[in-house]
């Protein structure tokens, strides 16, 4: 366990790290740190916790990712307040930083890095000396391309024509079909990788059509164009470099809201160009997109109040969190040999035991 007063400092200044020429491949990858490892690589930064001090000086934490998972980083800095303000100031969230003679330690049962100024640093690196794809999880090429494939399907399937329409002024375009088909669903959650949107968009259409089959009277034309446009303001929620963050529309204004708009806009352009598509239809589909987190805490807008945006709410939600604990399973069974370990549980407000063996 790390000793925050554990940092010794042995001169005044701090360690540089010189520039690197050239691109560069990542060898060391976070799911394969272990303890006593020392780190000499690039990583994104995702998460920046402002200077501090304590006893014999002054720190900064981080969370630092690559493509197989993120990590703590404790910055252990000297008396020099001023330089440690400097180093947290010359970095932001979503650059790809060096970091220099960082220690693996375990700290609370996790890994984490601490890094000690006297002989290790952090640098910001330049966009020509790192390859994005280190950095960002994604689906395979191949597998895009079939997820992409059932969705056109789902598509042509709708016999409603103001529907079909809708989302054929969508998925014609190639620039739409690109962003939709690379986004992430999330930036921690679910489905937070390359690709991610468009496997769980499918999921949820999946879930929608099972159970539009089991019940009577749901519109079933509806229920698919929800699912497939449900997330689609995320396209323009989020961004995607070194790392997944949030757009300035994507902080203020959040992807429900987004999705309601892009979608209004969409049927304007078709009523522009002669279409005469039903007011009602487009209040149903919107309410739809507006109400699909199903609850005020959740951050929804509105409460569902038509069966078929019941219907999307819980296939959202299903997917969402039956992929989240996979996720977590996945994330725990790299980092212990156990078949027991203890998550963290926001609905409890305490950690949980989650069962790592095959069942």
């Known amino acids: 366990m790390t000793d925050i007063d554990s940092f010794e400092k042995k001169h005044d200044e701090q360690t540089m790290i010189e520039v690197n020429t050239g691109k560069r491949k990542k060898e060391q990858f976070i799911d ?27 720190m900064f934490s981080l969370v630092i990712s690559d493509k197989t998972g993120e990590i703590n980083v404790k910055f252990w800095g000297g008396e020099n307040r001023d330089r440690i303000k400097r180093l947290y100031d010359s970095f932001k969230v979503g650059d790809v930083v060096q970091i220099r003679s960082g220690n693996v330690e375990i700290y609370i049962d996790k890994p984490q890095i601490s890094i000690n100024e006297t002989s290790g640093g952090i640098r910001k690196c330049k966009p020509n000396e790192y390859d994005v794809s280190d950095f960002v999880p994604a689906l395979e090429k191949g597998r895009i391309k079939n997820l992409l494939k059932e969705i056109e399907k789902h598509i042509e399937s709708i016999n409603n024509n103001h529907l079909k329409n809708l989302l054929r002024s969508f998925f014609d375009d190639p620039k739409f079909v690109n962003r939709y088909t690379q986004s992430p669903s999330a930036m921690t959650h679910h489905h937070n990788y390359v690709g991610g949107n468009l496997e769980h968009s499918l999921g949820v259409v999946r879930l929608c059509i099972n159970i539009s ?46 999705g309601d708009r892009w979608i209004r806009e969409k049927i304007g352009e078709l009523r522009k160009k002669g279409e005469d598509f039903n007011k009602d239809l487009e209040s149903f589909l919107c309410h739809m997109i507006l109400s699909h987190h199903g609850k005020y805490e959740f951050g929804s807008p509105r409460m569902p109040k038509i069966v078929e945006a019941c219907v999307l709410f819980q296939a959202d939600l299903m997917d969402s969190q039956v992929k989240h604990y996979i996720q977590k399973l996945e994330e725990n069974r790299k980092n212990t040999d156990d078949d027991w370990a203890y998550i963290w549980d926001s609905d409890l407000g305490s950690r949980r035991p989650m069962f790592l063996g095959e069942v």
Do not use: C, W
């Open 32 to 58: 394969k740190l272990m303890e006593g490892d020392v780190v000499n690589d690039l990583f994104a930064v995702k998460i920046k916790n402002p200077p501090r001090g304590y006893r014999k000086g002054t």
């Open 213 to 258: 089959e089991m019940y009577p009277g749901i519109n079933k034309d509806l229920v698919i164009t929800g699912a497939i446009l449900h997330d689609v303001g995320k396209l323009k929620e989020y961004q995607t470099t070194a790392s997944i963050d949030k757009t300035k529309d994507g902080n203020f204004i959040g992807h429900i809201v987004i």
